[in-house]
């Protein structure tokens, strides 16, 4: 994880000394600076933040930055002016772009020490450097693992390590405000965690590298977290011939995970994150050919168990109260050999159902079945599945907006606000029952898969079938949002660790 310090302190910006500064502040049609920042521009930035004001026509429009270098022997090097657009309403994600902003441009300054003199969100301390420190933490992660050398990339300086290690958050009082890093610094290791094993390739993360990182969680916090790992033996004993018909051709074994969260009292709410975990989806049979098929990424498959493995070692850090968290990834390969399913088999499910594959492509449905039947079984309050389940929610919602279906409006409402303060965003789609037509079958119970209209409403609706106990459940269709090509805001490019926050954010939420 990123090895730079974060610190709130009762400092202005005036009696700070460093490297770089960076002030936020809301867009005013008469741009003037408020009374601290005009006492430090006049004693000790010899009026440059007015100069760049005024060259610039700086109104602190959102998207809209000023910067300079200090003359002479100031106790501070550099400055930055972030616009936040107009304050009437302000969305949390604002100081988490605006913080990523700063830290990009300290790295690109050379600086080593960087101050955050930023206004606050609803007046909150915690909540507010919280999200700054996350815009920190996010905007510094690079993954560079597989580099043999570190990246000569504009964000950083040629050819080092990013120069900054630490940031100061001015004009804080440090009880309300540590907690609020405290907080980012738990759940950003959860995004650097999920955003790893994405990026990794399939070559490196395998249904056993899921176990095992499982298995590490469980024993770093063998306080609060319990694993259970159930070989092939074992799941065909339980009956899931759905998944297990989808990792069929693959040499590597298929593992179903099992993590448990529980606090040390009795629980008031129990709940399941269920993950996709395909390590690799080739589409089987139904092999992804040609342009467009994304074969070559489809390491990502297992976007949905990298979120709920970064959400889990994020709650075991913040160990809300009186909370049973079921953590479950049906784990394997989706690959082509001659004992690979032929598209038409018929599998047959851990609750009986039987399913035709007329295509082998829509594995991922058929893993979470089994998953969701293992889950539905554990008398939970509500159930949340996380899927890199369809391109069409992709073609529906672009790259950013994951897919939400429910069959409670509690639950939908409950991950809207999660989603919220995360910065992560969801569309909720319907559960259109007509549409299960498309999912009958002539010689089975139901096929796993229907026409192209309405795909993604298909998939879920498939899902839906294995739900029968439980009161909430909901889908979450990740395909989009869980990888970006080119860097964004506070993701650089590669897994963006989506939508790890929403899910700490929706589990705290049940402990309150
Ligand atoms: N893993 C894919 C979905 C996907 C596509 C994820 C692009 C990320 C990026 C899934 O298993 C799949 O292949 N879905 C099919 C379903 C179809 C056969 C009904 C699809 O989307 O084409
Ligand atoms: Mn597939
Ligand atoms: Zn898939």
């Known amino acids: 994880m990123s090895s730079i310090t974060i610190k709130a302190s009762a400092d202005q910006a005036k009696t700070w000394t460093g490297d770089g500064l960076a002030i936020a502040i809301f867009e005013q049609t008469e741009f003037t600076l408020p009374k601290a920042l005009k006492e430090l521009d006049q004693q000790i930035l010899a009026e440059t933040l007015q100069e760049l004001i005024t060259e610039a026509k700086f109104k602190g429009e959102a998207n809209s930055s000023v910067q300079a270098r200090v003359g002479g022997k100031s106790q501070i090097r550099k400055v930055l002016l972030i616009g936040l657009g107009k304050a009437e309403k302000p969305n949390l994600d604002i100081w988490r772009k605006a913080s990523a902003q700063a830290t990009k441009w300290a790295n690109q ?88 094993l994405v990026s990794a390739p399939a070559n490196l993360v395998t249904p056993q590298t899921l176990a095992d990182t499982a298995q590490a969680i469980a024993s770093e916090y063998s306080h609060c977290m319990q694993v259970q790992i159930l070989e092939k033996e074992e799941c065909e004993k339980l009956g899931m011939g759905a998944f297990l018909g989808v990792s069929q051709a693959s040499d590597l074994p298929p593992k179903f995970i099992h ?52 959400a889990a070692i994020a709650i075991a850090q913040i160990q ?6 079921h953590f479950i990834i049906a784990a394997c390969e989706n ?105 009958k079958s002539v010689v089975a119970d139901c096929k796993n898969t229907g026409s192209r209209s309405g795909g993604a409403i298909t998939g879920a609706l498939f ?21 970006t090509d080119k860097e964004n805001s506070y993701n650089n490019a590669g897994g963006t660790g989506f939508p790890v926050r929403t899910l700490v954010n929706l589990i705290t939420g049940y402990a309150s």
């Not at 990424?297 to 970064?310: E, N, P, W």
């Not at 809300?320 to 968290?325: G, R």
């Not at 839906?464 to 909901?474: C, H, N, V």
């Open 109 to 196: 300054n050379n600086c080593h020490t960087l101050a955050i003199d930023f206004p606050l969100f609803n007046q909150d301390q915690a909540v507010t450097s919280q999200a700054i420190a996350e815009g920190i933490l996010l905007s510094s992660h690079k993954d560079q693992r597989f580099k043999s050398k570190p990246d000569q990339s504009k964000s950083d300086q040629p050819g080092n390590e990013p120069s900054l290690n630490l940031v100061t958050l001015l004009n804080s009082a440090p009880e309300l405000a540590e907690p609020g890093i405290t907080s980012a610094q738990k759940i950003c290791r959860g995004v650097v965690l999920a955003r790893e």
């Open 335 to 439: 690959m082509i050999s001659a004992k690979a399913m032929h598209p038409g088999d018929i599998l047959t499910a851990s609750n009986g159902k039987t399913i035709e594959v007329n295509n082998t492509d829509a594995e991922g449905r058929l893993t979470l079945a089994d998953a969701l039947i293992y889950a539905d079984k554990l008398k939970l309050d509500a159930i949340v599945d996380l899927a890199t389940l369809t391109g069409a929610c992709i073609v529906a919602l672009g790259e950013t907006i994951g897919g939400m279906w429910s069959t409670s409006a509690e639950l939908a409402q409950a991950i809207n606000t999660a989603a919220e303060s995360a910065g992560e965003k969801f569309w909720q789609m319907p559960l259109e029952d007509s549409y299960f037509d498309q999912l």
């Open 259 to 310: 993590l448990t969260y529980r606090s040390g009292n009795e629980p008031r709410s129990k709940l399941a994150i269920v993950g996709k975990g395909l390590t690799f989806d080739s589409g089987g049979l139904n092999i992804k050919a040609g342009a467009g098929s994304s074969i070559e990424l489809m390491k990502i498959d297992m976007g949905g168990s990298a979120a709920a493995l970064g």
């Open 320 to 325: 809300p109260q009186s909370l049973e968290v």
């Open 463 to 483: 899902l839906k079938q294995f739900i029968s106990e439980t009161p909430a459940w909901a889908h979450l269709d990740i395909a989009g949002p869980v990888w």
